[in-house]
């Protein structure tokens, strides 16, 4: 059974930092890409990040580029979402994700996790 765990959501200060974890299991992910979206209240999914299990390539919205980095960790099959300077804007749900393809939406990605809540305050 395939599973995507997250943690190391939290409460920050703006400004502050958090490293996201995302703990893959239960199948080979070497040829996912894996991704991080969030979600603020009443807003849509959004992509954050991905980047391919070799590590080779990665991708961000505009909005967070030059604060967060991904990462993949292969022998422990976990991937990080390190997110400086944080912002209120950045308050969310932040969801881990596989996808078999290469790209930012949502709908390409076959396994997601429970979410975890990361919340900024000003």
């Known amino acids: 059974q395939v599973q995507l765990v997250e943690s190391g959501g939290g409460l920050v200060q703006a400004g502050g930092s958090l490293r996201l974890s995302c703990a893959a299991s239960g199948r080979t992910f070497s040829n996912y890409n894996m991704g991080w979206f969030r979600q603020a209240p009443g807003k849509e999914r959004e992509f954050v990040a991905a980047?391919?299990?070799?590590?080779?390539?990665?991708y961000y919205v505009g909005s967070v580029k030059g604060r967060f980095t991904i990462s993949t960790d292969n022998v422990k099959n976990t991937v990080y979402l390190q997110m400086n300077s944080l912002k209120p804007e950045d308050t969310a749900i932040y969801y881990c994700a596989a996808s078999r393809y290469s790209g930012r939406g949502a709908g390409l990605y076959d396994y997601w996790g429970q979410g975890t809540q990361v919340t900024v305050s000003s």
């Open positions: 980047i391919s299990w070799s590590g080779g390539s990665t």
